[in-house]
Structures are given as structure tokens and as C-alpha cells.
């Protein structure tokens, strides 16, 4: 069995989701809704976690994906 593979934009694509989840934790602590808050935190750490183990146990190549735009 091959190791799968990610490329730049697939992991362009997994930070930027966890980046704008925290971005969205902090608008509820600010808000002053700690409880979703907490359950927003709690998913995006699970989240976090898994690509984490997907990006060590993948090959990286580095090259981008065929739908990237670099003027985006």
C-alpha cells in the first residue's frame, strides 16, 4: 500500500480552514459566547489533529493542484 499523497494546495486548503475556525473562536470570545467558543475550539482541535497525522503519514509534492490561481 502506497502512502497517499498531498499537494501544496490541499494543504494550503487544511490550514487556512483551521486559521479561519481559531479567527472564529476568538469573534465568539469577544462576543462574549464562551460556550460556542468552547465547542468551536474543541472541533477545530480535532480537526487540526487529523490533518496533522494525514501530513506526517503523507508524501508531499510540491507542486500545486490543477485549479490553483496565484492571482487569487
Known amino acids: 500500500?502506497?502512502?497517499?499523497?498531498?499537494?501544496l494546495d490541499d494543504i494550503t486548503r487544511e490550514v487556512a480552514?483551521?486559521?479561519g475556525n481559531l479567527e472564529l473562536v476568538q469573534?465568539?470570545?469577544?462576543d462574549g459566547d464562551i460556550d460556542?467558543?468552547?465547542t468551536m475550539y474543541a472541533r477545530t482541535l480535532e480537526m487540526a489533529k487529523?490533518?496533522?497525522?494525514?501530513f506526517a503519514?503523507?508524501?508531499v509534492k510540491?507542486?500545486?493542484g490543477a485549479?490553483?490561481?496565484p492571482n487569487c
Not at 1 to 7: D, E, R, Y
Not at 27 to 30: A, I, P, R, Y
Open 62 to 64: 510540491l507542486e500545486f
Open 17 to 19: 480552514d483551521v486559521i
Open 27 to 30: 469573534s465568539c470570545v469577544l
Open 67 to 69: 485549479v490553483f490561481d
Open 36 to 38: 460556542t467558543a468552547k
Open 1 to 7: 500500500m502506497t502512502a497517499p499523497t498531498l499537494n
Open 50 to 54: 487529523k490533518f496533522g497525522h494525514r
Open 57 to 59: 503519514c503523507s508524501e
